[in-house]
């Protein structure tokens, strides 16, 4: 138990200590998640629990993991770099066994669930004191950019935008449960919900989950909002599919009302104003489109393979077409990055252990006995869903503040997992 606190301090940590985007942070997340790593498996063996893992999802990371070694002993355009980054990707890969291998009773990975909403409430809470109130610190941080802007604990008002909807997802997903819980025997429709004698436990779920979406609002990442609304898009049709009744649309049309009314209640006029302003003040910025065409040519130079993890920011300047003086860090699309990175090999990789998640999480949802256990399947296909819309046009799974609360997530899915038989009708 004592190890699933930390794992769960880590992951608070990272998002944290500025979404720990400085080598200082990195480091202390790879190091103390290598400890934790090492007290489970000692812990394990000397309990004589210890068992190979078996999980699909291990074979592309671990796939990942040597390739990335590969690279670094052959050739790597940076190999300090590539170093940082490959001990990131060992921590991530650490954080998933830990989670998977963790939480070993169903109280704990309640708690687990809980703990990642409550990291949601309070990144919201944080975001809008800086919305709301022009606190523009984070933490004694000043602000040198976003002003005025919900960034919760991160500096970046994208990557806060990713974190908030994999918390929101995840918040769905235990609403889920909730409502299997308080409403059982109700018919589960927008009218059955609110009219249940449960209905008030479920509001105030509702009315935080609303919060953080209200939050993420404020961060104005246009494609942090698009990938909100379709993550719960995909999460009513996915609950849909899954069961007869109608219980994830009643709940989902309920969160997204109060998404809506929180804002609108707020004054939308306000928002758009910033809207506007901050399309006037991007239009001098770096054009995106240009950094990709950019970063395709980087591409092109070694597809199949790349040019070493972790070594964008260093190779990318050489390729740059506009504003050489001030070469970009970043791709802002994870997709190419990775390819200018690792290549097709190492994008094929981490897309195959994609591919496994969205299948226990399927999974999950469609043939899981516990209600827990579908709400988590839920919440995973939500976070997905939202990752892989959101890295679009973004970097943050490079950010480990936000890259740890996704590893713990497919931990806990695939800690979740139950054999795949059909409930009974």
């Given amino acids: 138990m004592i190890i699933d606190i930390l794992v769960v301090a880590v992951a608070a940590f990272a998002a944290f200590a500025w979404g720990s985007n400085e080598p200082w942070a990195m480091g202390i997340i790879a190091i103390a998640t290598f400890a934790l790593l090492a007290a489970r498996l000692v812990w394990d063996a000397w ?6 893992p078996r999980s699909t999802i291990y074979i592309p990371l671990i796939g990942f993991l040597i390739y990335g070694a590969v690279q670094l002993g052959v050739k790597t355009a940076e190999p300090y770099s590539t170093t940082l980054y490959l001990l990131l990707a060992l921590s991530y890969v650490s954080i998933v066994f830990l989670t998977e291998n963790g939480f070993r009773s169903r109280k704990l990975v309640k708690a687990l669930v809980i703990s990642i909403i409550v990291l949601g409430i309070v990144e919201a809470v944080y975001g809008l004191v800086q919305f709301l109130g022009g606190y523009d610190y984070i933490w004694w941080y000043a602000k040198l950019a976003d002003q005025g802007i919900a960034t919760g604990t991160l500096i970046n008002r994208n990557h806060y935008a ?32 609110i009219s249940s004698p449960g209905a008030g436990k479920l509001a105030w779920i509702i009315l935080w989950l609303g919060l953080m979406g209200f939050a993420l609002i404020f961060s104005m990442s246009r494609m942090g909002i698009a990938a909100m609304l379709c993550a719960i898009g995909v999460m009513i049709v996915a609950g849909k599919t899954a069961e007869s009744g109608r219980r994830t649309a009643a709940i989902g049309t309920l969160l997204l009302f109060a998404i809506l009314g929180l804002a609108v209640y707020t004054g939308i006029d306000e928002v758009l104003v910033r809207y506007e302003n901050i399309w006037k003040e991007r239009q001098s910025d770096k054009d995106r489109v240009a950094l990709w065409q950019d970063a ?17 920011r260093w190779t990318y300047p050489a390729y740059e077409s506009t504003e050489p003086d001030t070469p970009a860090n970043y791709a802002h ?90 409930r009974p009708a």
């Fill in 47 to 52: 309990r004589r629990g210890l068992k190979i």
């Fill in 296 to 312: 395709w040519k980087m591409i092109q130079k070694q597809p199949a393979f790349g040019q070493g993890l972790g070594t964008f």
């Fill in 162 to 193: 990713l974190l908030v909807n994999l918390c929101i997802c995840t918040g769905l997903g235990y609403l889920y449960y909730r409502s299997v819980r308080l409403l059982e025997g109700e018919e589960p429709t927008l009218r059955g919900v």
């Fill in 333 to 422: 699309s994870d997709y190419l990055q990775v390819l200018a990175e690792v290549g097709i090999v190492g994008l094929g990789l981490l897309l195959w252990a994609f591919g496994a998640a969205w299948r226990v999480a399927v999974k999950n949802l469609r043939y899981g006995h516990d209600p827990l256990v579908r709400g988590i399947g839920l919440g995973t296909i939500g976070a997905l869903t939202a990752i892989a819309l959101q890295e679009i046009t973004d970097f943050g799974l490079y950010m480990p503040g936000v890259a740890v609360i996704a590893a713990v997530l497919v931990g806990l899915n695939f800690r979740a997992r139950e054999p795949a038989r059909p």
